[in-house]
């Protein structure tokens, strides 16, 4: 099942499984699974999570509480984990995030991790930044990064 909203950073696809979301991808998004492995289209079935999200882009919710199921590696689980830690507003670096997770040699696989992860904004991988805190990668891509980061900063 999925449901679809409108943003300011376009279009969002929320996917479910169970009733929990697994997925919340971006138009033109990097990675983004094909339409029709979405399920059905019902618009009220993430009614929790796209209420969270409106908070989100209206300024006055800063962390999300809606259930999530991610599929993924343990690795990528771990990457994941480490990024819903980094809080609203702040950056962390691919190396930081790797040094968090216990793997300081690990930079590019949390890249990797970071690139492919399927919730995107609830899990804020838009907060990882290059070494010297330039923008780099982004699944969704770059000027909806720079918004994503803008937005949280004010």
Request: glycine share 12%; net charge positive; charged share 20%.
């Amino acid at each position: 099942m999925h449901a679809v909203m409108d943003s300011p950073v376009g279009r969002l696809t929320l996917v479910g499984e169970g009733g929990t979301l697994a997925g919340l991808y971006l138009t033109e998004q990097r990675y983004r699974p094909p339409e029709d492995h979405f399920g059905p289209r019902d618009d009220q079935l993430f009614s929790a999570a796209a209420e969270q999200l409106r908070e989100y882009f209206a300024g006055t919710r800063t962390e999300f509480t809606v259930p999530l199921a991610p599929r993924g590696t343990p690795f990528q689980h771990q990457v994941w984990a480490a990024l819903r830690e980094v809080r609203f507003g702040d950056t962390v670096t691919y190396g930081e995030l790797a040094e968090r997770i216990g793997r300081p040699n690990a930079a590019r696989a949390v890249g990797h991790a970071n690139g492919h992860n399927p919730i995107s904004i609830i899990v804020p991988c838009h907060r990882v930044v290059g070494s010297g805190g330039s923008l780099t990668g982004y699944g969704g891509g770059l000027p909806r990064k720079r918004f994503l980061l803008e937005h949280e900063r004010r």
